[in-house]
């Protein structure tokens, strides 16, 4: 089946730097969408990116769709340590041909050193 | 309205026993999903409801595996004969879909951890 590889695994980050983290898939997709994952909570929806191409800022997170709509990337700007956790990236074909049910990367687990 | 609610939160059962979770949606949403995660990876998909009809199963579920969405608002998923391998965080998320809309924003719960003995 189709795989999502999230890259970097982990991350080791000091109070107040950037990060970048990236998603690519050997297939296209049509939604892209990053989560945020605290242990033993669901994932809270992040940002959700419905064009290639586009740009989306909440707060100080920004994700972008990809030209070639096979990849992502989420950046966290000024980093504070509630940002630790476990980020995914999910990608949805069109609700008509595939349910828009999400395929998911298996997460970036950041730390973040006060 | 909070968002999807799931109960148990938590559930330890000794190998063979039936379970039952259940999931609550953000009310008016029309779909309903179930993904599995389990430790160091992303949730995998399961099975979704679009209201009361159950329109895809995913291979991952096997026989002992039944869910049902009997009145298009909470679901139930069941796990009979439990197995060691079934041990898992079991997720539910809504969404509201409209015909002309090709997205699918979803929207999670918090899971139920589910420990076989």
């Known amino acids: 089946g189709q795989q999502l590889n999230q890259s970097p695994q982990s991350m080791f980050i000091q109070e107040g730097e950037d990060v970048s983290m990236n998603c690519t898939s050997s297939?296209?997709?049509?939604?892209w969408l990053w989560y945020k994952q605290d242990p033993g909570e669901g994932p809270v929806l992040l940002i959700a990116l419905y064009k290639a191409g586009e740009l989306t800022s909440n707060g100080r997170l920004t994700a972008q769709f990809g030209i070639t709509r096979k990849d992502s990337f989420l950046n966290i700007s000024a980093s504070i340590p509630s940002d630790v956790g476990i980020y995914f990236c999910?990608?949805?074909?069109?609700?008509?041909?595939?349910?828009?049910?999400?395929?998911f990367g298996d997460g970036t687990t950041l730390t973040v050193k006060p | 309205d909070t968002g999807v609610s799931q109960d148990p939160r938590h559930k330890i059962t000794k190998r063979g026993q039936n379970v039952t979770f259940r999931c609550d949606p953000i009310?008016?949403?029309?779909?309903l999903y179930w993904y599995r995660q389990t430790l160091g990876q992303g949730p995998e998909f399961l099975t979704y409801?679009?209201?009361?009809?159950?329109?895809?199963k995913s291979r991952l579920l096997s026989d002992r595996f039944s869910a049902e969405r009997p009145k298009g608002s909470f679901s139930t998923l069941e796990i009979q004969r439990t197995e060691q391998g079934d041990s898992a965080m079991y997720l539910c998320?809504?969404?509201?879909?409209?015909?002309?809309?090709?997205?699918?924003?979803?929207?999670f719960g918090p899971g139920t951890r589910l420990t076989v003995l």
């Open positions: 998320a809504s969404s509201f879909i409209r015909l002309a809309k090709r997205t699918d924003t979803q929207y």
């Open positions: 009310s008016e949403h029309n779909r």
């Open positions: 297939s296209i997709f049509n939604t």
């Open positions: 409801f679009q209201n009361e009809a159950q329109l895809e």
């Open positions: 999910a990608g949805q074909h069109p609700v008509r041909t595939n349910a828009g049910k999400s395929t």
